[in-house]
Nanobody, 115 residues
Framework: VQLQASGGGSVQPGGSLRLSCTAS????????LGWYCQRPGKKGEEVAD???????NYADFVKGRFAISRDNAKNTISLQMNSLQPEDTAVYYC??????????WGQGTQVTVSS
């Protein structure tokens, strides 16, 4: 398995979850990794990504609530999700940017936010 995601679950509005994604060493160092979400019945969206130097980018809808990080020693990226709202309910996928035309995808992990 090249990418293994974990950490999804169910939480009440205002709660937090932390997603993790472990990549094979071949696809970690030097690569941009990130998270993408697919909401029910809606087009998928970029959530956040992080470069090999630790520079981050966030979608507007998660700025100030989510934080992406990477642990180079563990070949892992994480997504700390705070102040979760029902509209954050989605399947979250981690990915590695192989080149401008290709990404390697992990399996999705379900995040459900409801009261």
């Amino acid at each position: 398995v090249q990418l293994q995601a974990s950490g999804g679950g169910s939480v009440q509005p205002g709660g937090s979850l932390r997603l993790s994604c472990t990549a094979s060493e071949r696809f970690f160092r030097g690569y941009v990794l990130g998270w993408y979400c697919q909401r029910p019945g809606k087009k998928g969206e970029e959530v956040a990504d992080i470069t090999s130097d630790g520079n981050t980018n966030y979608a507007d809808f998660v700025k100030g609530r989510f934080a992406i990080s990477r642990d180079n020693a563990k070949n892992t990226i994480s997504l700390q999700m705070n102040s979760l709202q029902p509209e954050d309910t989605a399947v979250y996928y981690c990915y590695v940017v192989i080149n401008s035309d290709a990404r390697l995808w992990g399996q999705g992990t379900q995040v459900t936010v409801s009261s």
